[in-house]
């Protein structure tokens, strides 16, 4: 355990300064990042399931570029490109849906952080932020909880190695993560005492963590289905430590479209 865990750290130590970098930076920044990582993620789905190159990695990763410029600029426009990427992707592949899956499984998410990061000038920023540090916190909170506790399997069928222990330590760390980041905002002027209190948004911004860290699990445990379904271990051997790419931002596919869809509710 701790020679994993010092991997990841190191790996974790590398990753973080470029990505919080992007993000204070912004765009075109930001959306460089997004359109690397759809990029990465691509090249990923196309050896998981074919062992090979292949034109339809292409189209998911130029699908996923373009998503990442453009929707800060036109949403609705994104969007239409990832349908016209899903359908050019299915028809190149022959009608094979698995593969035509890694469009929506990949660029879904990008477009969705890509929105959050633009839809208000004057807090997304904080808001991506205060996602990332979520899903991270889940991350640490599940393997450090788990592989210390142990106990019960959440769900033996589709990972050997989540525990209801993990589940747990993964939102407690969430909630914190969320408890911490309420007391940066109201330090650096972001809330509003007039329009909404600490007490208010800390309870929203933990509350929500919890759901998110819940979400960030079923991210994590969806691909672990994926790669049991394909005999794989790690989505590639791309970070030292953690596998693959996929394997690094799993729960943050899941957790970023169900952030968007909320913000675009509430907006």
Same mark, same amino acid.
């Given at each position: 355990?701790?020679?994993?865990?010092?991997? !990841?750290?190191?790996?974790?130590?590398?990753?973080?300064?470029?990505?919080?970098? *992007?993000?204070?930076? @912004?765009?075109?920044?930001?959306? $460089?990042?997004?359109?690397?990582? @759809? #990029?990465?993620? #691509?090249? %990923?789905? %196309?050896?998981?399931?074919?062992?090979?190159?292949?034109?339809?990695?292409?189209?998911?990763?130029?699908?996923?570029?373009?998503? *990442?410029?453009?929707? *800060?600029?036109?949403?609705?426009? &994104?969007?239409?490109?990832?349908?016209?990427?899903?359908?050019? #992707?299915?028809?190149?592949?022959?009608?094979?849906?698995?593969?035509?899956?890694?469009?929506?499984?990949? $660029?879904?998410?990008?477009?969705? +952080?890509?929105?959050?990061?633009?839809?208000?000038?004057?807090?997304?920023?904080?808001?991506?932020?205060?996602?990332?540090?979520?899903?991270?916190?889940?991350?640490?909170?599940?393997?450090?909880? @788990?592989?210390?506790?142990?106990?019960?399997?959440? &769900?033996? !069928?589709?990972?050997?190695?989540?525990?209801?222990?993990?589940?747990?330590? #993964?939102?407690?760390?969430? $909630?914190?993560?969320?408890?911490?980041?309420?007391?940066?905002?109201?330090?650096?002027?972001?809330?509003? %005492? %007039? &329009?909404?209190?600490?007490?208010?948004?800390?309870?929203?911004?933990?509350?929500?963590?919890?759901? +998110?860290?819940?979400?960030?699990?079923?991210?994590?445990?969806?691909?672990?289905?994926?790669? !049991?379904?394909?005999?794989?271990?790690?989505?590639?051997?791309?970070?030292?430590?953690?596998? @693959?790419?996929?394997? !690094?931002?799993?729960?943050?596919?899941?957790?970023?479209?169900?952030? *968007?869809?909320?913000?675009?509710?509430?907006?």
């Amino acid at each position: 355990m701790q020679s994993n865990l010092a991997l !990841r750290v190191l790996s974790a130590l590398i990753l973080a300064p470029i990505v919080l970098g *992007a993000v204070f930076y @912004g765009s075109p920044a930001y959306n $460089c990042l997004l359109a690397a990582m @759809g #990029a990465g993620l #691509a090249w %990923e789905w %196309e050896q998981m399931l074919l062992k090979r190159n292949s034109t339809v990695g292409i189209i998911i990763a130029a699908t996923a570029a373009i998503t *990442a410029f453009l929707t *800060a600029e036109n949403p609705s426009a &994104a969007l239409l490109v990832i349908l016209i990427g899903t359908l050019w #992707a299915f028809w190149k592949s022959k009608r094979n849906i698995s593969l035509t899956f890694g469009v929506l499984y990949i $660029c879904l998410p990008i477009f969705a +952080l890509s929105y959050i990061y633009y839809i208000n000038e004057s807090i997304s920023r904080e808001i991506v932020l205060w996602l990332l540090f979520v899903v991270w916190a889940t991350d640490i909170g599940g393997y450090v909880v @788990g592989k210390s506790v142990g106990g019960p399997k959440l &769900a033996p !069928r589709v990972s050997a190695k989540k525990t209801w222990a993990g589940l747990f330590g #993964a939102i407690g760390f969430a $909630c914190f993560v969320a408890y911490v980041f309420a007391l940066y905002l109201k330090a650096y002027g972001y809330l509003n %005492e %007039e &329009a909404i209190s600490f007490t208010q948004i800390k309870w929203v911004l933990i509350v929500s963590a919890g759901v +998110l860290a819940v979400v960030s699990q079923m991210g994590d445990l969806f691909e672990s289905f994926i790669k !049991r379904k394909l005999d794989l271990k790690d989505s590639s051997n791309l970070i030292p430590g953690h596998g @693959g790419l996929f394997d !690094r931002v799993d729960g943050l596919l899941f957790a970023s479209v169900v952030t *968007a869809l909320v913000l675009f509710v509430v907006n």
